[in-house]
């Protein structure tokens, strides 16, 4: 392998301002074997940032450390100014900070519009009478949010969309009319926008994808990108794992690429598409040589 | 590169019978298909890889192959009998090795160990297993009562690999050979599977990294959302790949 | 220093009989995944056909160990793992513990039959005599005893280091599926692993009956005695041999000591029956010093439907249609008599299970969490019932709420970290310490104490009907407060944590808030539920919340369903039907239920053909939910059911 393209640490051109997410010097071994060594990146607010590398460089690992299901064996996790290393994946999360998964994890015995419910109340106490209350009349799943907006409107602390009930924020990722299918019983594709969906619920101001377009159509990838692009416009920051190529290409701001645990470089989409050591470590060993015999 | 030099037979599809056919097979996961019907015809003595992104499938496929998976539709025939509903057991003792992604490895237990549970194939003696084994991997020998799990990337492939050497089989399954070693050791490996493609086996290897796989391939495809997107030689193979892998 | 030298062989002696049990009981987890709480009961039953065999038919010695422990053992535990526990994978986490309390229900049951507990089984050493040895008396049996342990050890140690299928057992652990692709049939060797954990909870059993010279074997005493292996097999992880002996000893000895030099010194009137408790503190003690699982993303799919929820009008009208048919039933059956009991009386007392099994559909249900000491709080819940306020006032009800909810949340805190397994255990050892250590204490029920019936101002439930019928509403109204719980976002969180709690965390929601709410709520319900219970007939016993009852009523709620209201009722019904009439099959019919249900989530209920072969129109109305139906659970296709997803 080439030497590591150091990444940028310093101001991003963003503004600025503090990067939404800094991953310092990070590593992770599992066993005796590493799996992240020295991981450094960071994510701007307002931006889509792809991550990207072959099968098996750690990239579900190191969203497991920044989301707080993994702990590491150094380094630190800011977000924002705020140390979350240590900190446990829920508080993360009401700091604003969202994730999907690789395997997905949905509420699979709940429908997609209470798997978002479930994102929209996370705030909200369960002993208020209030909740009892509704129950008391209506289903579950979306109709019971409706025609409360307006305090639903409150818990969702991020901007990013003006949506406020399952029905509406799923119609938002292209899911409208679906709130009453059960999750488990839906396609991949939109599962996992089901997913998506339930990580904005909570407003978030990090949105951590992993593989969000694995399972999609053309047409559905296209919408997703777009999705993403219009998050990220609205001060989100989007950290993106896919192996779409051309999701990645075509909507990131920067990508980092991954290998053996390293990152191995940053730049621009244009700039990782031209980067020998990043087709090395696509194609294999002594492909730097050309792609064929 | 040494292996390069590995003499690959050169053999012509069309005048062999195939040692493994796929015919319209389908999987799924739950409700979830993920292969939606798979042809694919592996000509006895050829290495055949199977290429593509993550998540198209190539891992599932294998597992269908091997009996861990039972498809929805389709067949699998290995030599001119069809699997059927034969368990993973019965396959693997007729002559199937499949060696999973990750490490095919048992890493609570001892090199030795591990090289004992091989004789499950049946007609081995331990002495003989080890023998062959560290003959291939003298570093094995030095390592012999130490657990696996606790060895190198590198050492635990070669000991997964050692499974294909010492068992025999006609139809040989690797998958992602090379995930997560360092280029030198993969090398080293694929070296393994030249000698033993010499030796006559058929295999089919998933790989993620083109170039490796291509240079002892004597066929290869390409697997893209469940299905098989395209066939040809390897060196057409490669350069559809890259554009595959980095959309350009 | 004799005496203690003397206690100590003791005690190693006990240990050595809890080591082999516990190395069992670990073999057969570690290849095969499963914990099997029927470990006790096998070394039970061993322990009464040696008695039957020797002491009864005047077998030889050596003859009768053939034929338990090379005939009869093996040949059990490969029926098991084949009939029972093959048909089990890809079911739900939860069932295998269900099926395997099904089997220990079953086999007291039917050494309850077959060794009728009012004789008396005394054994004879295998070996009689003895010899002084440093000032101490030790018999030969003793001696043999532990040289049988430490061969065990050493055969066992050669057995998995040694030989190939002692190695494949060792394999299947690390991957079963590698396993079958080197040509060895995983299913195989956890039949290995089920046959040798059987003959060595029957060696065991025979050597732990042979340590009760003076006071004889009993079913409950057996069983509890070999569970002292289970606290030192989760000492040992359930994977490690050595530290399991080790702890088994440790354990052996600890419990010697207590019996021999703490208890004397302890208040006058301790019931004996306390040192019964002492195996379930073990197994408390040891599980909360296990570490905390660790959340992570499994990727697991369930594939399977879960039907509408009914809208609360729907709730509503199903209540009030309970109600009616109650209220029908009250005028018909009012002066109903049936084996000394008046009919609305049993009415009554289904009415209060029935809660108690409310309180498990909210728990087990819809959270997830395995509880089997519902009747530990019930019994409190009584208890409390018949002592606050001089009995049957309803600041005994408030009492038993509150108490309850302390307690389990009590219970919960240390124990909610842990994975559902060990969650499981730990509510088994809660369970049986409360019964061993508390109810049967003679001071506190007694022969049975008096609790009156509830009295309100101006109403008074002194008649059986107005009895009946309050505890009709009570159950109507718990039942409309649990649909309405799932309805409302506690119950929306509560299906989410038992779905993914990865997921859970990672929308910013904390578990252990949840679990010990939940926990502490269920809890609460079964308190209210052995409050009202109390009130029905007057009088309670510590008979009424025994330790086996408490897993033979959660089995009955899983075998019809035990994410239902109507599964909480049909099982009420089902319990106090046979324990009226036919007291000694309450858990043969319980283990069979179960074992028959298999991998079925839901339950009887949850069994699409069924219920459209059957249209029980009561089975959806009676429940005051109607949510049976097409119920289906979480995980009913092998392969797909609780299918990892991979690249």
């Known amino acids: 392998m080439s030497p590591v393209d150091e990444p940028r640490l310093a101001s991003e051109p963003n503004g600025g301002g503090l990067p939404a997410l800094t991953v310092s010097q990070v590593s992770v071994s599992f066993g005796g074997v590493s799996a992240l060594t020295d991981v450094n990146l960071v994510v701007p607010p307002g931006t889509v940032t792809g991550l990207i590398g072959p099968n098996g460089a750690g990239k579900t690992t190191l969203f497991n450390v920044i989301s707080g299901l993994q702990e590491p064996d150094r380094g630190a996790i800011h977000f924002f100014d705020t140390d979350v290393t240590m900190m446990k994946p829920y508080r993360r999360a009401r700091l604003g900070l969202a994730r999907t998964f690789q395997r997905l994890e949905l509420f699979g015995t709940l429908t997609a519009g209470e798997n978002v419910q479930v994102g929209l109340e996370s705030t909200v106490k369960w002993w208020q009478w209030r909740h009892l209350r509704k129950a008391l009349w209506r289903n579950s799943g979306a109709e019971s949010a409706r025609g409360d907006s307006t305090a639903v409107d409150a818990l969702v602390g991020s901007d990013a969309l003006a949506v406020t009930t399952p029905d509406r924020l799923l119609a938002e990722v292209g899911l409208g009319g679906m709130s009453n299918e059960q999750a488990n019983a839906m396609p991949t594709g939109l599962a996992r926008t089901v997913e998506l969906a339930r990580g904005l619920a909570i407003g978030p101001k990090l949105l951590l994808l992993d593989e969000p377009g694995s399972g999609l159509d053309e047409a559905e990838s296209q919408a997703l990108g777009t999705l993403l692009v219009r998050l990220a416009s609205t001060g989100m920051a989007v950290l993106l794992v896919e192996h779409d190529m051309e999701l990645v290409m075509r909507i990131c701001d920067r990508i980092l690429v991954l290998d053996f645990g390293h990152v191995i470089a940053t730049g621009t989409p244009e700039a990782i598409r031209s980067d020998p050591t990043v087709q090395a470590a696509y194609l294999g060993a002594g492909s730097t040589s050309g792609g064929t015999q | ?248 | ?647």
């Not at chain 3, 530290?243 to 301790?270: K, N, R, W």
């Not at chain 3, 319900?525 to 009523?553: H, P, R």
Request: hydrophobic share 50%; glycine share 12%; net charge positive.
């Open chain 2, 1 to 248: 590169m040494t292996v390069a030099s590995i003499p690959v037979p050169e053999l012509s599809p069309a005048t062999l019978s195939p040692a493994l056919a796929i015919r319209a097979v389908r999987a799924s996961y739950g409700r979830i298909e993920v292969l939606h019907g798979v042809d694919l015809t592996v000509p006895a003595g050829s290495v055949f890889a199977l290429l593509g992104p993550n998540g198209a499938g190539k891992s599932t496929l294998l597992k269908v192959i091997s009996g861990q998976m039972r498809p929805t539709a389709g067949e699998v025939v290995i030599g001119d009998k069809p699997v059927g509903k034969l368990p993973t057991e019965k396959l693997a003792r007729t002559g199937l090795c499949s060696i999973p992604e990750g490490r095919g490895i048992f890493p609570n237990l001892t090199v030795r160990e591990n090289l004992r549970i091989w004789t499950y194939r049946g007609g081995l003696s331990v002495k003989s297993v080890e023998e062959q084994t560290y003959a291939t991997f003298p570093r094995l020998s030095e390592r012999r009562k130490q657990l696996a799990g606790t060895m190198s990337g590198g050492e635990q492939q070669m000991l997964a690999i050692s499974r294909a050497l010492v068992t025999d089989p006609k139809v040989l399954l690797l998958d992602e050979l090379s995930m997560g070693l360092a280029p030198l050791i993969v090398s080293e490996l694929y070296e393994l599977v030249g000698t033993l493609a010499a030796q006559g086996k058929t295999i089919l290897l998933v790989e993620q990294f083109v170039t490796t796989a291509l240079l002892v391939a004597t066929r290869a495809a390409i697997m893209v959302h469940g299905k098989i997107q395209q066939e040809g030689t390897p060196s057409d193979m490669a350069t559809a790949a890259l554009s595959v892998y980095l959309s350009s």
């Open chain 3, 1 to 647: 220093m004799t005496s203690f030298l003397q206690y100590t062989i003791f005690g190693i002696i006990l240990g050595a009989g809890f080591a082999i049990a516990a190395t069992g009981l670990v073999v057969t987890y570690t290849t095969s995944g499963v914990f099997n709480f029927a470990h006790g009961a096998v070394g039970m039953i061993a322990a009464f056909s040696y008695w039957e065999l020797v002491a009864n038919h005047h077998v030889p010695v050596v003859l009768a160990l053939v034929i338990i422990l090379l005939i009869g053992a093996p040949i059990a535990g490969a029926l098991v793992e084949r009939v029972l526990m093959r048909r089990l994978h890809g079911a739900t986490a939860e069932r295998p513990i269900m099926v395997t309390l099904g089997l220990l229900v079953i086999l007291t049951g039917v050494a309850t039959i077959v060794w009728s507990p009012k004789n008396q089984y005394q054994l004879s050493p295998i070996v009689s005599g003895s010899f002084r040895q440093v000032s101490i008396n030790l018999q030969y049996q003793q001696v043999l005893t532990i040289g049988i342990a430490i061969a065990l050890v050493i055969g066992l140690r050669f057995l998995f280091s040694s030989t190939r299928t002692g190695v494949g057992l060792r394999a299947v652990v690390d991957d079963p599926g590698l396993l079958a692709m080197s040509g060895a049939s995983p299913d195989a060797m956890s039949q290995y692993g089920w046959i040798l954990g059987f003959v060595m909870a029957a060696l065991a059993g025979v050597l732990l009956a042979l340590t009760q010279e003076q006071t004889g074997i009993s079913i409950v005493a057996m069983t509890l005695l070999v569970v002292n292996g289970y606290a030192a097999a989760i000492v040992g992880r359930l994977k490690n041999i050595p530290v399991t002996f080790i702890a088994a000893i440790v354990i052996g000895l600890l419990e010697d000591y207590i019996i021999y030099y703490a208890l004397p010194h302890l208040s006058q009137g301790l019931n004996s029956d306390i040192t019964l408790a002492l195996p379930m503190v073990f197994l408390f003690i040891a599980l909360v010093m296990l570490p905390s699982v660790r959340l992570r993303a499994v990727g697991r799919l369930s594939t399977v439907r879960v039907p509408r929820m009914p809208s609360g009008k729907e709730s509503l009208l199903g209540g009030v249609a309970f109600f009616v048919l109650a209220v029908i039933a009250s005028v018909v059956l009012s002066s109903a008599v049936v084996r000394g009991t008046n009919l609305l009386n049993l009415g009554g007392e289904i009415m209060a299970l029935g809660i108690v099994g409310l309180s498990l559909v909210l728990l087990t249900g819809y959270s997830g969490q395995v509880s089997l000491c519902q009747f530990s709080f019930m019994g409190i819940g009584a208890f409390l019932m018949g002592k606050v306020a001089g009995g049957g006032s309803l600041l005994g009800l408030v009492a038993a709420a509150l108490v309850c909810a302390v307690l389990g949340a009590l219970v919960a805190l240390p124990t909610l970290r842990l994975r559902a397994l060990y969650f499981a255990l730990a509510t088994f050892a809660f369970a049986d310490a409360v019964d061993q250590g508390f109810f049967q204490d003679s001071r506190v029920f007694g022969g049975g104490i008096n609790v009156g019936r509830i009295v309100l101002p101006g109403l008074s439930f002194g008649g059986n009907r107005s009895e009946f019928l309050l505890l009709s509403v009570i159950f109507v109204l718990v039942a409309l407060l649990v649909l309405t719980i799932r309805r409302s976002l506690f119950g929306r969180r509560l299906v989410a944590m038992s779905d993914s709690p990865a997921a859970y965390a990672t929308v910013g929601l904390n578990l252990a808030v949840t679990k010990v709410a939940v926990f502490a709520i269920a809890a609460a319900l079964a308190g209210i539920a052995g409050g009202l219970y109390a009130t029905v007939n007057g009088t309670v016993g510590s008979s009424d919340f025994d330790f086996f009852s408490g897993i033979i009523f959660v089995l009955f709620v899983t075998v019809w369903s035990i994410r239902t209201v109507s599964g909480a009722f049909l099982a009420a019904v089902t319990f106090v039907v046979l324990t009226t009439f036919w007291s000694t099959g309450l858990g043969l019919v319980a283990g069979a239920g179960i074992i028959l249900i298999g991998r079925a989530a839901s339950g009887i209920l949850g069994i699409d053909r069924l219920s459209t072969l059957l249209p029980l129109p009561w089975v959806k109305r009676a429940s005051g939910g109607g949510d049976s139906g097409t119920l289906a659970g979480i995980g009913i296709t092998p392969m797909g059911g609780e299918a990892r997803v991979a690249g």
